[in-house]
């Protein structure tokens, strides 16, 4: 894996993301892209929730889910539950949200 990160910007709201040079693929902070979504006061609990919920439902969503270290607002780099493209989108399909018909929009191009 490389160290490339970046910040990606949706709504002007910041989503942490890295590239892993061996599957060629952009992973992004699943907490990220929850608070932006749901605009919970607590989106870490609120991700607990849903996987919670997702695991019932026999999602392999969270089991696919990888965790990766991302550097957190404290500057201090912390392992962080990431989504690829893919499993993003399916992500956003479990979430009542209008803000979520952006991102499925960007699915369709």
Do not use: H
Request: glycine fraction near 2%.
């Amino acid at each position: 894996m490389t160290k490339e990160t970046a910040i990606k910007l949706f709504e002007e709201k910041q989503v942490r993301s890295i590239w892993n040079e061996e599957d060629e693929k952009w992973y992004f902070s699943v907490i990220d892209i929850i608070e932006i979504l749901t605009e919970s006061p607590n989106p870490n609990n609120y991700w607990k929730v849903l996987k919670n919920r997702l695991k019932k439902e026999g999602s392999e969503l969270v089991t696919n889910c990888n965790q990766l270290k991302l550097q957190s607002r404290d500057g201090k780099f912390y392992k962080t539950d990431v989504a690829d493209t893919e499993q993003l989108f399916r992500l956003i399909q479990s979430i009542p949200s209008p803000k979520a018909e952006p991102f499925k929009l960007l699915k369709a191009i």
